[in-house]
């Protein structure tokens, strides 16, 4: 017999099964992630100079097919300075994916002047106040130089009259618009006012993604987005890259409409073996901004030479 110690052996903790079930879960999400980031560590090695030659073209497309920095806004840029490097066991007849992007931020200069002459606009009274203003004192100016020009008595007396009565009717008119804008200011006028102007000021940030030689997800709100000699083309408002943005995905290539992922339809991009992983395939474009500036999304996709992005793919 085994002799016994005068310290007790403690006695195993018996898990919950829900608690069991629980980890088994956790430990089946984890483990897709974790090989993901092993793939992604692994060995590599330097492009070869056919490989690097289809890189460096494929980037100085992209590179020309992107709109110009946009007036009043900075660009950043994405993938265009990434090494050149390829997993070391990539063989010939593989995809190699690549990644570009640029993001067009309103410079604060801009954004602040911009607003500053919104909400002076918004003090000037109503469109059609600044409108009769601007005719009371064009009258105004009309009958001083005729008044200077007369030389009969009666009729000086008859043109300062008039022109009395003008003077009065815009004085009227100024202290109105700023009673108005008195009592605005009073009641809290200002927290709407800045969001009304929010509505009317540029998009803060724009964004143009690219992405190479991959298997792309359209989200399951998003429509058909009518862009002619490019069938596949989509709009959302839901699901885009940055969350509660509108964006306008354009696939480019020989994508194929596969399975239903999580509320999202897989377009899967058909490879064709060109010999070396570098060379585009097929195409995503996504072009983003916020939801309630749709049209300057829509004028920034114009602005991107997709027929040039088109000549790169077989």
Not at 21 to 29: D, E, S, Y
Not at 174 to 203: F, Y
Not at 212 to 228: C, E, T, V, W
Request: aromatic share 6%.
């Amino acid at each position: 017999m085994r002799a016994v110690s005068g310290h007790q052996t403690a006695k195993p903790v018996e898990r919950d099964p829900a608690m069991k079930r629980w980890l088994v879960t956790i430990a089946i999400i984890l483990l897709p992630a974790s090989l993901a980031v092993a793939d992604g560590d692994g060995p590599t090695r330097k492009m070869t100079a056919a490989e690097t030659a289809a890189y460096e073209s494929t980037r100085k497309a992209v590179w020309d097919a992107l709109p110009s920095t946009l007036a009043d806004y900075t660009a950043s840029y994405g993938g265009f300075d990434s090494t050149a490097l390829l997993p070391e066991g990539m063989p010939s007849d593989r995809m190699h994916r690549m990644s570009f992007s640029v993001k067009y931020t309103l410079t604060a200069e801009a954004g602040q002047k911009q607003a500053v002459a919104a909400l002076m606009k918004r003090t000037q009274g109503s469109q059609a106040q600044q409108d009769k203003l601007a005719a009371l004192r064009a009258k105004n100016e009309e009958l001083k130089k005729a008044r200077s020009k007369t030389r009969d008595r009666n009729e000086k007396e008859r043109i300062r009259a008039e022109l009395k009565a003008v003077q009065a009717e815009e004085n009227r008119l100024v202290a109105e618009i700023a009673s108005a804008n008195q009592a605005w200011a009073t009641a809290g006028g200002g927290i709407p006012a800045m969001q009304e102007i929010g509505k009317i000021l540029p998009a803060k940030e724009l964004t143009v993604r690219l992405q190479f030689n991959q298997d792309i997800r359209i989200h399951g709100q998003a429509k058909p987005y009518s862009l002619p000699g490019f069938p596949m083309a989509f709009d959302q408002n839901d699901g885009c890259v940055d969350f509660g943005s509108y964006c306008i995905t354009v696939l480019l290539g020989p994508f194929e409409k596969g399975k239903q992922v999580s509320g999202s339809t897989e377009y899967n991009l058909r490879n064709t073996p060109l010999g070396v992983p570098t060379k585009p395939r097929g195409l995503a474009l996504v072009v983003g901004g916020p939801k309630d500036k749709p049209e300057a999304v829509r004028n920034l996709l114009q602005n991107t030479d997709l027929e040039k992005l088109k000549a790169l793919l077989p």
